[in-house]
Nanobody
Framework: QVQLVESGGGLAQPGGSLRLSCAAS????????MGWYRQAPGKERELVAR???????NYADSVKGRFTISRDNAKRMAYLQMNSLKPEDTAVYYC???????????????WGQGTQVTVSS
């Protein structure tokens, strides 16, 4: 079984910072891309940032220059540093990872349960 567990969400003031963490565990042979997505009430889930296994990154235009995605392959962790937070960043943030459970298996996408981020004064 593979699990992704997010942590680090909470309440922040506009202009503040939060750091999200995502821990992958279970039967894992390799992890390809990892990413953070978010879903605000009444809206579709959207990509926030993704990072490849080699460290290449891409970001949604709305978070460029404010958010930074990183990963620690040895620890099977991904992080999202969120600075200069805005009320419109309020959403449930989900971790996503493309994981191969054993060598020779296909790669499958896994999701965490989500962590709430609320930006409000």
């Amino acid at each position: 079984q593979v699990q992704l567990v997010e942590s680090g969400g909470g309440l922040a003031q506009p202009g503040g910072s939060l750091r999200l963490s995502c821990a992958a565990s279970g039967s894992i042979a390799s992890i390809n891309g990892m990413g953070w997505y978010r879903q605000a009430p009444g809206k579709e889930r959207e990509l926030v940032a993704r990072i490849t296994s080699l460290g290449s990154t891409n970001y949604a235009d709305s978070v460029k220059g404010r958010f930074t995605i990183s990963r620690d392959n040895a620890k099977r962790m991904a992080y999202l540093q969120m600075n200069s937070l805005k009320p419109e960043d309020t959403a449930v943030y989900y971790c996503n990872a493309d994981i191969r459970r054993s060598f020779g298996d296909r790669v499958s996408a896994y999701w965490g349960q989500g962590t709430q981020v609320t930006v409000s004064s």
